[in-house]
């Protein structure tokens, strides 16, 4: 496709239930990123992954979170247990270079947790 | 660690005038990067402008130009001719240089809103 795709853009999760949020990169980026962002925030930084390898996962918040891309294109983000305070849009963006100056970002999966 | 603040949730400009937001950011880094993104109401995320910290010229991409005072520690957006598309919210990101540094630090945005 033309852009960063993400599916499904909406998820109503149960509290305890796990989830996977998809994202299907930009075809030939090298990078791709993971961001939260709550209700009336800025974007914060999960993860980060150069082609296939995940080389900065510090801003997972839990043990909950956990990212691949296991051929490196498409990436998963999983989250084990959801909380209510997981509730929020998740964003992919993907990026040409390996530094990531040009992020293209999809259109994100809103999680509420009930 | 690195923060941005952007002191504006929320500003207006009538169509086809300038506004300014403002964005200041705290680094003990020397090289890093500077952006501004801006959010349509459909969330999709666009780079509008980057400014690489050594160049001292600052960035300009058609009506969008940045005000980069090094010293300061400010960062700029202004928006010239403004265009009811230019209606959204408008983040302020920072990116330290230097491998295995590639995360953004974005501000909390301003919601700006063009008046016709």
């Known amino acids: 496709g033309a852009g960063v795709s993400q599916s499904p853009r909406y998820k109503v999760a149960k509290r305890g239930q796990d989830v996977a949020l998809r994202c299907d990169p930009i075809?030939?980026?090298?990078?791709l990123f993971w961001y939260q962002q709550a209700l009336g925030q800025g974007p914060e930084f999960l993860t980060y992954?150069?082609?296939?390898?995940?080389?900065?996962k510090s801003g997972l918040p839990s043990d909950r979170f956990f990212a691949e891309r296991p051929e490196g294109s498409v990436s998963t983000l999983k989250i084990q247990r959801t909380q209510q305070e997981d509730s929020a849009v998740y964003l992919c963006?993907?990026?040409?270079?390996?530094?990531?100056?040009?992020?293209?970002f999809g259109p994100g999966t809103r999680l509420t947790v009930l | 660690a690195q923060t941005v603040t952007q002191s504006q949730p929320e500003m207006s400009v009538q169509e086809a005038e300038t506004v300014t937001l403002s964005c200041t950011y705290d680094t003990s880094e020397n090289n890093y990067y500077l952006f501004w993104y801006k959010q349509p109401p459909s969330r999709q995320m666009i780079l509008v402008i980057r400014q690489e910290a050594y160049k001292q010229q600052n960035a300009t991409e058609n009506r969008f130009s940045v005000n980069f005072q090094k010293a300061a520690k400010s960062f700029s957006l202004k928006i010239s001719d403004s265009q009811l598309g230019d209606t959204a919210m408008y983040f302020c990101a920072f990116m330290r240089s230097g491998a295995g540094s590639y995360q953004l630090t974005f501000g909390k945005g301003t919601k700006l809103s063009v008046i016709p």
């Open positions: 992954f150069q082609n296939e390898a995940q080389l900065d």
């Open positions: 963006a993907s990026s040409l270079d390996s530094l990531g100056l040009s992020q293209f």
């Open positions: 075809s030939g980026h090298v990078s």
